[in-house]
């Protein structure tokens, strides 16, 4: 390969092959707990090697030799983590003029905590159920906290997707954004128990997100640990007697569990969170991150009948099946709840992978064949559709073969340009793909600097092995929704339009672009092997009440606009890598530039 840093050519031995098929690397199988004792910057909690090198960095920093900060950059403060306790959406002093943090100017950051604008989404939902969720709280919303988060759910909001807040930007940036304690917030509902699915979990600061008067409620984490790492979590978990582990199996070699979700149980109901974060401070701290909330889901009444409350997307179906694919006696239970419950007013199709080698009736269960079948049968044509684009955008990068030819612009494509049941699939290979990942000069300028680029684990291994890719990518920006230095860890995928003004479906999900998490053909295409587990939401126009086949792009994540146009998170159209621009690969240093903290890149 012949990625050119300042190192000048970068080349490695062709001797890791180990990850070939996988997104990133593999989550180091050292002992994090032990290893961690008394040494800085290493964490306590099983996560990948390119976290473990972002963190050390960060720990102990590699100042760039000049000591200065490029024209357009300025060090960023260190900002205070959120203090325990402090719930996001429990303040006192809401209704205060949020202020702006100008990270540009080097000010200390200047939100606050218990300023942060509150969206007490489950107050007004709760119109349903007879009991006020708040009457427990010490400190009562105000009426304008209650209208906001009643318009940033309901009305306002049909497809109830969201992004993660972030500090050190304009207020107004995060604006319908939540942080994970806003989430897990009494003004939600009333926790009862919780399940946690995910890939890297900090035990003790997952804790510490929950409200302390639900802090102690039972507690299931699903994670796909084996061996020390899995030790380490236990030992992790130890501490807390109300918190479980649930060890997804992983019998394919390179499979991860990528899925992101949490399930809610309330005095309420129940809700669903789908989304891209991990379960780690940094995740939640100055990153792009998906969020779908679901409707808050009412019981049923003693006696319905288990298929009772299935939506018109046969959410519940789905996401039991999806469940029931881990085989594990923990998770039956959960799927008992989920059967006690209206799940009827879900609007989105579940669209998951899960390990395992598919044929026949089984192979459009998952992964992109999944998504193929989905695009048929609910998604219409629309006209001049072998102009519309396929967008997909992600974090991190499998590998995807020699050229072109093996997976992308064949399964891959075949796939996520479905749309309606049409012959015309034949003239797939019109089809334009734009792929969006960021540049060095992307995680260099953004808000935590190089340090971002150790959760867009692209190896220099992988990187070398398909220079053809990179003809596709297309730049992180996101100036609309403020958040260009909001590196993504968000992954999307979309079908627009040549203007990019509307879009005929859009996919929010855990799924990089490999072929671990997408599947990939074996046995001349009769059968789907999928190494991963992953999960995420397919909206469709149908299920919105448009019959004209397409959504229209909302003009920015923040204008008013019509409420039913869709809110794409990134600016369009994507624009191409510039002659210069690298994709970030994680593995190899940068120390010609420095980052935002004045900072150089130098892994190992
Ligand atoms: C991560 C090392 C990875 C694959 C997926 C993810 C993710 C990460 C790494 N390969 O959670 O999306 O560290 O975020």
Avoid at 16 to 23: H, L, Q, T, V, Y
Avoid at 285 to 308: C, F, N, V
Avoid at 356 to 366: A, I, P
Wanted: proline fraction near 6%; aromatic fraction near 10%.
């Amino acid at each position: 390969m012949s990625q050119e840093t300042d190192h000048g050519k970068w080349t490695v031995s062709s001797s890791d092959e180990s990850a070939d098929d996988d997104d990133g690397e593999k989550p180091s199988t050292s002992l994090p707990h032990e290893a961690g004792r008394g040494k800085e910057g290493e964490p306590h909690f099983p996560c990948s090697e390119a976290r473990k090198t972002a963190l050390k960095r960060k720990s102990s920093p590699l100042k760039h030799q000049d000591g200065s900060f490029p024209e357009e950059l300025a060090p960023s403060q260190k900002q205070k983590p959120p203090e325990e306790g402090l719930g996001w959406c429990l303040s006192s002093s809401d209704g205060e003029e949020e202020e702006e943090v100008k990270v540009q100017k080097g000010k200390e950051d200047a939100t606050a905590n218990g300023r942060q604008t509150e969206y007490c989404t489950a107050l007004k939902e709760q119109g349903r159920t007879q009991k006020p969720v708040l009457g427990q709280e010490s400190s009562e919303p105000s009426e304008q906290q209650v209208q906001d988060a009643w318009d940033l759910l309901s009305g306002r909001n049909p497809f109830r997707f969201f992004l993660t807040k972030v500090k050190g930007i304009k207020s107004k940036y995060n604006l319908g954004a939540l942080h994970i304690k806003d989430i897990l917030s009494p003004l939600f509902g009333t926790l009862v128990s919780s399940a946690q699915f995910n890939y890297c979990i900090d035990v003790e600061w997952l804790v510490k997100q929950y409200p302390k008067e639900f802090r102690d409620k039972p507690l299931l984490i699903v994670h796909g640990e084996k061996r020390e790492s899995k030790a380490a979590l236990h030992e992790e978990a130890h501490p807390y007697k109300n918190v479980r582990l649930c060890q997804a199996k992983l019998d394919i070699a390179y499979g991860t569990h990528h899925t992101k979700m949490m399930l809610l149980h309330y005095e309420e109901g129940l809700r669903v969170v789908i989304h891209t974060s991990n379960l780690i401070d940094d995740d939640w701290y100055q990153k792009t991150q998906g969020i779908w909330l679901s409707p808050l889901y009412p019981r049923l009444p003693p006696g319905t009948a288990a298929s009772d409350g299935e939506s018109h997307t046969m959410f519940k179906t789905d996401l039991i099946s999806y469940l029931m694919s881990y085989n594990a006696p923990a998770l039956s239970e959960w799927v008992e709840i989920i059967k006690q419950h209206d799940l009827s007013e879900t609007r989105v199709y579940l669209l998951g992978s899960t390990p395992g080698r598919y044929q026949n009736n089984e192979k459009e269960k998952w992964g992109h064949l999944r998504l193929r079948k989905l695009l048929k049968d609910h998604a219409t044509q629309v006209l001049d559709q072998n102009s519309w684009p396929v967008i997909g955008q992600f974090s991190s990068i499998g590998s995807m073969g020699a050229d072109q030819s093996k997976w992308l612009c064949s399964e891959f494509r075949d796939s996520f340009a479905s749309l309606g049941n049409s012959v015309k699939s034949l003239t797939n290979h019109d089809i334009p793909i734009c792929l969006v990942y960021p540049t060095v000069e992307n995680v260099r300028q953004s808000l935590e600097g190089y340090p971002a680029g150790g959760s867009l684990p692209y190896s220099i291994q992988t990187a070398q092995k398909q220079l053809w890719l990179h003809s596709y990518f297309h730049q992180w920006s996101a100036e609309t929704s403020g958040r260009s230095h909001a590196m993504p860890h968000i992954k999307t995928y979309m079908r627009a339009s040549p203007d990019f003004q509307k879009i005929a479906w859009f996919l929010v999900t855990s799924a990089n672009l490999s072929k671990a998490a997408w599947g990939a053909f074996e046995k001349n295409g009769s059968q789907l092997m999928i190494r991963s587990y992953e999960l995420g939401v397919l909206f469709l126009p149908s299920e919105f009440g448009f019959d004209t086949g397409y959504f229209e792009v909302k003009e920015s994540m923040f204008s008013d606009g019509p409420v039913s146009s869709f809110p794409v998170p990134y600016d369009l159209p994507p624009e191409k890598y510039g002659n210069k621009d690298r994709p970030w690969i994680w593995n190899i240093p940068y120390t010609r530039a420095p980052d935002t903290h004045g900072n150089m890149w130098v892994p190992k």
